[in-house]
């Protein structure tokens, strides 16, 4: 199983895209800036979008997306959005409300839209793609609600965490089940760190407590660091955590897992 990183910084900049992973070709994980770096016959292919929770750099490619991709996808089933009840709620209320975007749920056609907005819940496992990928969704602890995903491999785990902060609900589930690869977020320089407890956003200290729950063999990949603070978040988790490899992502980064 294959997953392209598009987007994974915490907010933008020149060369940082916020979150965004292509599992296969049709099953977005996040709609950040990083999904409009895809040639537009790759954007047409998506037939699946699942966001973790409302906020901007989550959502935002997903009404241009929609734009994009309508005329290419003229008489092809609407393109699924899986979310959480209060994540929907926001879309309509606030993106797909005539004002801010147009209404893509009732465009091109009302009953042939390019959008089909679908309500998950933590806990849920779905079966979803053209390769019929397993997906879990995943308990997070933002300062809106928000889930992780995890998609399984024949072997193993690929995990998702979401923007969370300290997530204890998390742990058990990594400790049953063979984790090839965690992605987990960090946004915060420990300077920020109240910034971060009120953002529910990790930090080094957090997220050193964190990862002592992390299941022996997973490898880890930190997401969501903010513009500008790899250097300072590096270097102090590297003095944290010594004897611990881990793996900033970049946008451009493929992983692979059984
Ligand atoms: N209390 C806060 N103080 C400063 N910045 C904040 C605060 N709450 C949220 N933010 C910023 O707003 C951003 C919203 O998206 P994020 O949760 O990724 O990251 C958040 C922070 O960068």
Redesign the pocket.
């Known amino acids: 199983m294959s997953l392209r990183v598009l987007g994974c910084s915490?907010s933008i900049a020149a060369g940082c895209r916020t979150t965004s992973f292509l599992v296969d070709e049709d099953i977005l994980i996040d709609a950040g800036t990083g999904v409009g770096d895809l040639p537009l016959d790759e954007l047409a292919r998506i037939d699946h979008i699942l966001l973790s929770h409302s906020?901007l750099?989550h959502v935002l490619g997903l009404p241009l997306l929609a734009d994009s991709v309508m005329r290419r996808r003229a008489g092809q089933p609407p393109i699924q959005v899986h979310a959480l009840p209060a994540t929907l709620a926001v879309l309509r209320e606030h993106v797909f409300n005539n004002l801010l975007w147009p209404d893509f749920t009732r465009l091109p056609h009302p009953r042939h839209p390019v959008l089909s907005l679908h309500e998950i819940s933590t806990g849920q496992h779905l079966v979803l793609g053209r390769r019929e990928r397993h997906i879990e969704v995943l308990p997070a602890r933002h300062?809106v609600p928000a889930v992780g995903f995890g998609v399984e491999g024949a072997q193993g785990w690929w995990i998702y965490t979401g923007?969370t902060g300290p997530n204890p609900a998390l742990h058990p589930l990594l400790a049953n089940r063979p984790v090839q690869h965690l992605v987990i977020e960090i946004?915060f320089s420990e300077a920020e760190r109240s910034?971060a407890a009120?953002?529910l956003?990790h930090c080094p200290s957090t997220l050193a407590a964190e990862l002592a729950h992390v299941p022996a063999g997973a490898r880890v990949h930190l997401t969501h660091i903010?513009p500008g603070e790899m250097p300072a978040v590096l270097g102090d988790l590297t003095e944290r955590l010594p004897g611990l490899a881990l793996h900033p992502l970049t946008a451009g980064d493929r992983l692979d897992w059984d």
Do not use: L, P, R, Y
């Open positions: 915490g906020h750099d300062s923007d946004a910034v009120d953002s956003h903010k």
